[in-house]
């Protein structure tokens, strides 16, 4: 698959409070952000565990991004550094598998950010899509068509 | 609780690449504690096989369970029928699960994911510390509580070595100095009297010295 043609497919894990309230923002304010994101309201990012960033690399998604509150200004005090934490725990792990560790990214997002969200989901998009296809993908068939 | 942490995925990956479908078990008690063998760890550890399996090439299935407890053949029992559908088992258990299982299930292959460290506490979070060093007799009755076998690099049991500076250890300058730590406990709770007597050489036949032990409680064999 061509670099420039490859659109890849993004999971952004968004912070109910802020993220994905940038989100909505966005929306309202008619920016556009492109559209290769699939965007999963959680209620914290510090709910979110490395499997499920694991099970969305698996799954076939070609990049993962978690988008928190700005540090400092996590509605339950500390979720966004947690979160943090197992980004980072996660992408050490893609290294030992053989997986570029940049197809996880962690970013602090206000809900009053909607220009930089989209700033972010345009540069992580592009930057997969530098990265190419998830290599899962390229050895067989993912398991995206019978996610466990 | 016992501390373990798990094998690199390469490492991993070479343990079980020559079968194919392989069970990856956790166990629920420590190992789950210390975050290092639950469920989760399960999860994430066979997500990562998977992966890492898919971009050799090799057709390694990988499925996942987790039952309480990997020592205790009530528990390993529960998981029969599913060891059974495989070709080997990787154990997310300690040393003593592992072998559990390997003992119970004979003619299936079982291998260790994790590495087990020590006995150990959870200091702060995401930090185990060694604590006890299961020497079969125990003395902490006569340190305070603090335990000079595990604690101290050097295991001096009758004073400090003189070598710590700033009350660290000349070993590990991070590490505080246990003989410090003994003193001063024993001195918070009027006991420094104890560091008067002189101990006689302790008693390692108890220990691993002499090969694996074992307990036996007549009162409750049957």
């Known amino acids: ?148 | 609780m016992i501390v373990a942490q798990r094998k690199t995925i390469p490492d991993l990956l070479a343990i079980v690449e020559k079968h194919r479908k392989l069970l990856v078990l956790g166990c629920g008690t420590c190992v789950t504690v210390c975050l290092a063998g639950g469920q989760r760890e399960v999860s994430i550890i066979s997500s990562a096989l998977r992966m890492a399996a898919k971009l050799k090439g090799l057709p390694l299935e990988v499925e996942e369970g987790t039952i309480e407890r990997q020592c205790d053949n009530v528990f390993l029992e529960q998981a029969a029928d599913t060891i059974k559908n495989h070709d080997a088992v990787l154990s997310l258990g300690c040393g003593a699960g592992v072998q559990a299982l390997a003992e119970r299930y004979s003619g299936k292959p079982v291998y260790a994911g994790l590495d087990t460290a020590f006995i150990g506490i959870l200091e702060e979070r995401g930090v185990w510390a060694e604590k006890c060093a299961a020497c079969g007799a125990c003395m902490l009755h006569l340190y305070g509580g603090i335990c000079p076998v595990t604690r101290c690099a050097k295991h001096m049991l009758n004073g400090p070595c003189s070598g710590s500076r700033e009350d660290h250890c000349e070993v590990d300058s991070a590490r505080p100095c246990a003989w410090q730590l003994i003193y001063e406990r024993l001195k918070s709770i009027g006991q420094l009297d104890e560091l008067k007597k002189t101990k006689p050489p302790k008693n390692w036949r108890p220990s691993l010295a002499g090969g694996c032990r074992t307990i036996v409680r007549e009162d409750h064999r049957v």
Do not use: W
Request: some cysteine; aromatic content about 6%; glycine content about 8%.
């Open chain 1, 1 to 148: 698959m061509e670099t420039e043609t490859f659109q890849p497919k993004i999971v952004a894990f968004c912070c109910h409070y802020c993220a994905y309230s940038s989100a909505d923002l966005a929306g309202s304010m008619r920016i556009q952000y492109p559209p290769n994101v699939r965007i999963i309201r959680t209620p914290c990012t510090g709910r979110l565990e490395t499997e499920y960033f694991m099970k969305a690399l698996e799954t076939g998604a070609d990049g993962v991004l978690v988008a928190g509150c700005l540090e400092g200004g996590c509605h339950f005090v500390e979720g966004n550094l947690c979160a943090r934490r197992r980004v980072n725990y996660t992408r050490d792990l893609l290294v030992e598998i053989g997986i570029e560790k940049d197809r996880i990214r962690m970013v602090n997002i206000s809900a009053a950010m909607a220009r930089p969200l989209a700033d972010t989901i345009a540069d992580m998009v592009e930057t997969v899509r530098k990265l190419g296809p998830n290599p899962i993908k390229r050895n067989g068939s993912s398991k995206s068509e019978n996610p466990s």
